[in-house]
């Protein structure tokens, strides 16, 4: 039986130090054993880092036969023929978000994973961050009483790095959209674990970050299927801002607050704890991407289900796009 993975890290950017981290500290079945980067300083880092050996390119990787799995950390319009690539030499691979800009993409890459019989991951970090599976455990245990509405916000300070080593992601080509295709989807997978699913949306879209092609402001509201609704916003602006919690769930009996990006934190408010209990625990949004490389290596070493299929991050990524319908039509959009 296969005791540890060898892993190539395909793309050794600014996502793929949250990775690494995460697999270095936590998870010790997982060698990288592939650095596959065409910047070679980057490949060269990671791979001095790492013990790994550096690529220039996938196909140098896959000549090589240096790598059992593969972490697809690249620019969105690359996930499909990559993904494809991989899942054809008989690799299990991890996508980073979005699947793909397109649904027809991510169909053809659904398709081409069941084909392939190897696993296949669409890495949605925010389904294993801290605060965010202890808030499903509150709900679940009835800690807030019945659920009334929830309240979602990423928002961001333009970092300035997006004009330098992040270029493709200001291109709407490249990226498929603005912020709510992109970083967006890991403020709405949460809302789908305590809600379940969202059945329409309506919302607006804005420009007021002049470099970007997208949307750098998004202000919606989501009908999940039970009924209730919850309101999402999405922006990232050059301007300082004050701050802001990432999400807010109310029920009954009480509330929920998670603090703002990167940091974090929980607090619940109930009758017992009106000035609210904070909650201690091992928060934070790096630590999302322990649970998540765990349990990568898991599927694969031990055959264990992922936490979530690659499907549900289809439904992530309808929201975004039923989002972005309605901003066209002004209409309430069926997901
Ligand atoms: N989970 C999260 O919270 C989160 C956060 C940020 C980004 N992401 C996702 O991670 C992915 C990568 O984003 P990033 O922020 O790391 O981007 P990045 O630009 O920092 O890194 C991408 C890397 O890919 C390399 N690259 C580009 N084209 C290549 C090619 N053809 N062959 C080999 N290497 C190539 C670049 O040189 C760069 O080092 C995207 O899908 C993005 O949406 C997820």
Same mark, same amino acid.
Request: with cysteine; proline share 5%; aromatic share 8%.
């Given at each position: 039986?296969q005791? =540890?993975l060898?892993l ?8 793929a130090?949250?990775?690494?981290d ?7 079945r997982?060698?990288?054993t592939a650095?596959?980067?065409?910047d070679?300083?980057r490949?060269g880092?990671f791979?001095? %880092? #790492?013990?790994?050996?550096a690529?220039a390119?996938?196909d140098?990787?896959l !000549?090589? =036969?240096?790598?059992?799995a593969i972490a697809?950390?690249l620019p969105? !319009?690359?996930?499909?023929?990559t +993904?494809?690539q991989c899942?054809?030499a008989?690799?299990?691979v991890?996508? @980073?978000?979005?699947?793909a800009?397109t649904? %027809?993409?991510? =169909? ?6 069941k084909a ?5 991951m ?6 294993y961050?801290? @605060?965010?599976?202890a808030?499903?455990d509150l709900?679940r245990q ?7 509405? $929830? &309240?979602?916000?990423?928002v961001s @300070?333009?970092n300035?790095y997006?004009f330098?080593?992040?270029k493709w992601?200001l291109?709407r080509?490249r +990226?498929g959209?603005?912020?709510?295709i992109? $970083? ?5 997978r949460?809302?789908r674990m305590?809600?379940g699913d969202?059945a329409?949306?309506v919302g607006v879209?804005?420009y007021?970050?002049e470099e970007?092609?997208?949307?750098s ?8 299927e039970s009924?209730l ?9 050059a301007?300082?801002?004050g701050?802001? %919690? ?6 009954t009996?009480g509330?929920?607050v998670?603090g703002?990006?990167?940091a974090?934190?929980? #607090?619940?408010?109930d009758r017992?704890?009106?000035s609210?209990?904070v909650?201690?625990?091992d928060?934070g949004y790096?630590m999302?991407?322990?649970?998540e490389? &765990? =349990?990568?290596?898991s599927a694969?070493l !031990?055959?264990?289900?992922? /936490? /979530?299929?690659? %499907?549900? /991050?289809v439904?992530?990524l309808r929201?975004a796009?039923?989002?972005? &319908?309605?901003?066209? #039509? $002004?209409n309430?959009?069926?997901i």
């Open positions: 039986m005791t =540890d060898r190539a890290v395909l793309g050794c950017g600014a996502i130090r949250y990775h690494l995460a697999i270095k500290g936590h998870v010790p997982v060698r990288v650095c596959v980067d065409n070679a300083d490949a880092q791979a001095t %880092e #790492t013990g790994g050996t690529f390119s996938l140098a990787a !000549d090589a =036969d240096a790598f059992d697809i950390l969105h !319009d690359l996930h499909e023929a +993904t494809l899942l054809a008989g690799k299990h991890m996508l @980073e978000k979005p699947m800009p649904l %027809e993409g991510c =169909d053809r890459i659904l398709a081409a994973a392939s019989g190897k696993v296949f669409l890495a949605e970090n925010a389904q961050w801290p @605060e965010v599976v808030a499903l709900v009835g800690a807030i009483g019945d659920l009334v509405t $929830g &309240r979602a916000a990423f @300070e333009y300035p997006w330098t080593g992040q992601r291109s080509s +990226t959209g603005g912020i709510t992109d $970083g967006g989807s890991h403020w709405v949460p809302m305590w809600f969202v329409k949306a879209i804005g007021p970050m970007m092609q997208g949307d402001l998004m202000r919606s509201l989501l009908q999940f009924g609704y919850a309101s999402y916003d999405g922006l990232m602006v301007t300082p801002l701050p802001q %919690e990432s999400w807010r769930i109310t029920g009996d509330e929920i998670i703002g990006f990167p974090g934190g929980l #607090t619940l408010y017992a704890h009106r609210g209990r909650i201690d625990g928060w790096a999302s991407f322990v649970g490389n &765990r =349990d990568f290596a694969i !031990d055959g264990t289900p992922l /936490a /979530a299929g690659p %499907e549900s /991050a439904q992530d929201v796009l039923a989002i972005y &319908r309605s901003a066209a #039509t $002004g309430w959009e069926t």
